[in-house]
């Protein structure tokens, strides 16, 4: 039986699903825009330092826009997880990664077909290129299929000019894990929100 915990030290809310044998954390969003974040540096230090220490088996990371920011968390948590992955996508990338104890044997990634507005330059998420990053990984025999996906960022809950993408994206995310879902033994959703 797989127990839900969060983990509130460090500030970031880490989600986090245990059994016996197999952890896996949702990390809450990275925010990690170079030279629009705050603390970004610090943020992406505490996210390496606490994956270094949880011990997870596989993490799903998103909202890292930099792939220097991967790369330094990369060679942080090379120790504890061998096998890891950046998805690009768009201009600025993605910003979906993972880190992995188990090989990861392939990866796709699927980009999203609305993915806001090129004229909201504040809003970044055209830029990006939301997405769903698939990794095919063998976990004591069996093949996993693990999602990754980053949906568009909800900016004003009253008028929310982004609900039809956000719907359109679930609805192509739904019917990506139907088709190629079907092909594996398990598979994991990691799903991005704001609060």
């Given at each position: 039986?797989?127990?839900?915990?969060?983990?509130?030290?460090?500030?970031?809310?880490?989600?986090?699903?245990r059994d016996a044998r197999h952890?896996?954390?949702?990390?809450?969003?990275?925010?990690?825009?170079?030279?629009?974040?705050?603390?970004?540096?610090?943020?992406?230090?505490?996210?390496?330092?606490?994956?270094?220490?949880?011990?997870?088996?596989?993490?799903?990371?998103?909202?890292?826009?930099?792939?220097?920011?991967?790369?330094?968390?990369?060679?942080?948590?090379?120790?504890?997880?061998?096998?890891?992955?950046?998805?690009?996508?768009?201009?600025?990338?993605?910003?979906?990664?993972?880190?992995?104890?188990?090989?990861?044997?392939?990866?796709?990634?699927?980009?999203?077909?609305?993915?806001?507005?090129?004229?909201?330059?504040?809003?970044?998420?055209?830029?990006?290129?939301?997405?769903?990053?698939?990794?095919?990984?063998?976990?004591?025999?069996?093949?996993?299929?693990?999602?990754?996906?980053?949906?568009?960022?909800?900016?004003?809950?009253?008028?929310?000019?982004?609900?039809?993408?956000?719907?359109?994206?679930?609805?192509?995310?739904?019917?990506?894990?139907?088709?190629?879902?079907?092909?594996?033994?398990?598979?994991?959703?990691?799903?991005?929100?704001?609060?």
């Amino acid at each position: 039986m797989a127990a839900l915990a969060c983990c509130a030290h460090c500030g970031l809310g880490v989600a986090s699903v245990r059994d016996a044998r197999h952890s896996l954390c949702f990390l809450p969003p990275a925010r990690a825009i170079c030279y629009l974040s705050k603390l970004r540096q610090e943020r992406i230090g505490l996210i390496g330092d606490t994956l270094s220490q949880e011990g997870f088996d596989l993490a799903l990371l998103q909202e890292v826009w930099s792939e220097r920011d991967y790369c330094e968390l990369k060679q942080k948590l090379t120790a504890p997880y061998p096998y890891s992955h950046y998805f690009k996508s768009g201009v600025i990338g993605s910003g979906l990664c993972v880190f992995s104890r188990y090989p990861i044997l392939d990866t796709f990634l699927y980009q999203y077909s609305l993915n806001g507005y090129p004229y909201m330059l504040q809003h970044g998420d055209w830029f990006c290129g939301k997405a769903v990053g698939l990794l095919v990984i063998k976990i004591c025999g069996i093949i996993c299929h693990v999602y990754v996906t980053h949906l568009h960022a909800e900016y004003c809950r009253d008028k929310d000019a982004y609900l039809p993408h956000r719907v359109v994206q679930a609805w192509e995310l739904a019917q990506f894990i139907q088709e190629i879902g079907v092909r594996a033994g398990l598979a994991w959703r990691g799903r991005g929100h704001r609060q």
